[in-house]
């Protein structure tokens, strides 16, 4: 029941969000702001992230390796393809749903509750779709440098990794990054990235927005955003490989 | 003039508003008072279209706000300035630029244009030299009258505050009261204030409307008030037993 509910009053709330906005100059100011909030904010957290899970994934592959006669440059496969794959857009875009997500549920769900939203809606602004559009538009247009940027630096891990514990030559490697190089694997995760980035913002919107009561609920709804933005990750990442790869 | 006509309006099954009417007189501050939860909140949201009304009427100078388009109310939103309970600043916006908001949003003015209007009403408010402090810089007068800024800025035909002095000093509780009142007279604006506190009853209540469990009780001025024998008023008025015995000594004086 509640479920319903919930999915029922979301894509009302999207109908509500995409709306035309009042001023265009106010609009690309706030995404411009919003931009450099979510995401010029994020990028210290996925570079930390994206070089050492690229530096693990290498070193697993490479001691899990045990048969001597398999190449050593497999590694620089095996670790391309689960960085392209899954790792840069999934678990990056799960990290975000994290720190953006909260960010924006406790942002708009302090404002619902010091009654900012209404000052809005008394003005005849639409409040949904002046504080929830420029956060969708900057989330999908940012999620997918992000996640090339993961790309980079998770491959780069691998190979910092692979080279200094001398378990994977560079020379290997860098054949390895390179050998039946799939292209697409690049566009199924960027086109991956947009979708995360719009449900990311959209989620934690929704949650943040019909917030009621006090500090308490904020603290609840930001949690209920990054735990729901979570699970829809997770269940497109399934539909959108399904789609994209079967 | 405000025309509230059989209102009523319930959450989850609980009638809240239960057949309000009344008339707010434009030039005049008008008061709204009642205990904490009595539905003072709810019908001041209501007046202004935050809560849709369940039944009944809400009419500006013959504009029946209830029965409008979105898109008509809009029109009627841009004569109204709110000023709500905990100042409702933007916490991401410096005095300056809240006040420049409804500005920016809707009027066509110059940037030097706005920035005069913004200065004149943070001026009108006695608030200069705070332009670019954050709202949480300021103390909760202040706020309150960078709020009031915000909410004239666009010279609104209606002005609704929603329990103004609550959370300040006695003191600074005055300050406000009659900054709102002057207001009102200056620009003859339509004023409805939410209140429980006497001082504001009997400092600036021109025209009162008394509301208990969310029904119209009494209505009249802050002249009439303090002899009324409305049981339920004067309970709520004499709540203490210092005040019950000024009343008391005050109609044996008979005035
Ligand atoms: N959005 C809401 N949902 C459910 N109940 C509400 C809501 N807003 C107010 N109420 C209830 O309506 C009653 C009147 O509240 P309110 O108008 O805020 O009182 P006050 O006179 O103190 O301003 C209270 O019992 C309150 O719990
Ligand atoms: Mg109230």
Sequence with gaps: MTFLFHTGRYFLFLKKVFDKPVKLNIFFKQIIDEIDDLGVGSLGIVAIISVFIGAVITLQTAYNIELPIIPKYTVGVAARDTILLEFSSTIVSLILAGKVGSHIASEIGTMRVTEQIDALDVMGINSASYLVLPKVVAMVFINPFLVMISMGIGIFGGWAAGAFTGVVPSAEYIYGIQYAFIPFYIVYSLIKSVVFGFLIATISGYWGYYTTGGSLEVGRCSTRAVVVSSIQILLFNLILTQLLLA | ?255
């Design chain 2, 1 to 255: 003039m405000i025309e509230v006509k059989n209102v009523y309006k319930s959450f989850d099954g609980v009638e809240v508003l239960k057949n309000v009417s009344a008339r707010f007189e434009p030039g005049k501050v008008n008061l709204i008072i009642g205990r904490s939860g009595s539905g003072k909140t709810v019908l001041l949201k209501s007046i202004v279209g935050l809560h849709e009304v369940d039944k009944g009427e809400i009419i500006y100078d013959g504009r029946s706000f209830t029965n409008m388009s979105e898109k008509d109310r809009k029109q009627i939103r841009k004569e109204i300035g709110m000023l709500f309970q905990g100042s409702a600043l933007f916490d991401s916006k410096t005095v300056e630029e809240n006040v420049r908001f409804p500005l920016d949003v809707f009027s066509d003015l110059s940037v030097a244009e706005k920035k005069e209007r913004t200065n004149f009403c943070l001026k009108r408010v006695n608030l200069e030299n705070a332009n670019n402090l954050y709202p949480s810089e300021l103390s909760g007068g202040m706020q309150k009258r960078v709020a009031i800024a915000r909410a004239i800025s666009l010279n609104p035909k209606y002005l609704f505050c929603d329990e103004p002095n609550s959370g300040l000093d006695p003191k600074t509780a005055i300050v406000i009261d009659e900054l709102i009142y002057e207001i009102t007279k200056e620009y003859n604006m339509t004023t409805i204030i939410n209140t429980h506190d006497m001082n504001s009853v009997m400092g600036i209540g021109e025209k009162i409307i008394f509301i208990s469990e969310g029904q119209k009780v009494w209505e009249g001025s802050n002249n009439e008030i303090l002899i009324s024998d409305n049981k339920q008023l004067n309970d709520f008025i004499y709540a203490s037993k210092f005040l019950k015995q000024v009343r008391e000594g005050f109609l044996k004086k008979g005035i």
